[in-house]
């Protein structure tokens, strides 16, 4: 919904799409998954961790209206912005450690942009649900899971709720204890699960980055649809 590092917005498209009324997603971040295609018409849970990415939420699916979203003022660049939806729009891992920023030409198009797809979608989130939790409170209940978690290693390391901060042995029991179907992303580094290639991202530089997936279709048939 709004521009954040990790988001799986460009990738969408690659995941299964989802075979129950409901999508969780206990590492929401932007929630881009849920967002995707008709996916949001679903009944939505995203669990999210760090405060100030919740009360994002929080703003977006209780409080904001239209007329809100029209009336947020442009960056200009050389401003300086302590907002935590502005700094979360400059392109960089470490915005989550900024308490002020100086808006760049990328932040500036960047929240160009966001407002825009803002206004666009707002309507699509009204019915989600949005919780400040950790990922292991989420309800264990029969949902479509998309599970996208800082990923292991360094790649996982710039959200202010880290890699660093997470056991992934426990995650991965807690994985594959979930009811219903299992989407789980990560990157190179990723050994928890037996995860398969999903695709391989060339980024700025050309910089090659791997995403792998974990696919379990329900809890008691064990089928892998990438096998
Ligand atoms: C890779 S990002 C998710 C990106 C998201 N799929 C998207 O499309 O924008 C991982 C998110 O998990 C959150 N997080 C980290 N540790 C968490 C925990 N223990 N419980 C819940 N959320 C957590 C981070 O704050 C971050 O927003």
């Known amino acids: 919904m709004f521009y954040y590092y990790g988001r799986k917005k460009q990738i969408a498209k690659y995941y299964p799409k989802p075979n129950y009324d409901t999508i969780i997603e206990p590492f929401a971040g932007s929630a881009a998954y849920s967002l995707y295609k008709d996916n949001w018409k679903k009944k939505v849970i995203l669990i999210e961790k760090d405060e100030k990415v919740y009360d994002i939420w929080r703003w977006l699916i209780h409080d904001a209206s239209e007329n809100d979203i029209l009336n947020l003022p442009d960056l200009k660049v050389g401003e300086k912005s302590s907002e935590f939806l502005h700094i979360v729009h400059a392109a960089t891992k470490m915005a989550f450690h900024f308490k002020t920023i100086k808006v760049t030409s990328v932040l500036e198009r960047n929240w160009e942009i966001s407002k825009r797809v803002f206004g666009e979608n707002l ?4 019915h989600w649900e949005i919780l400040n939790k950790d990922y292991s409170e989420s309800p264990n209940i029969k949902a479509t899971w998309f599970i996208d978690p800082p990923y292991k290693g360094d790649a996982g390391l710039g959200y ?3 890699s660093k901060l997470l056991d992934y042995g426990k995650l991965a029991e807690w994985i ?3 009811q219903g179907e299992i ?7 990723g050994d928890y699960l037996p995860f398969k290639p999903l695709i391989e991202l060339t980024g700025i530089a050309g910089k090659v980055s791997k995403e792998v997936i974990y696919y379990r279709t329900d809890k008691n048939l064990q089928l892998d649809l990438f096998e």
């Open 183 to 189: 989407i789980c992303c990560e990157g190179k580094e």
């Open 176 to 178: 594959l204890d979930r």
């Open 123 to 126: 309507f699509k989130i009204k």
């Open 160 to 162: 202010r709720h880290s």
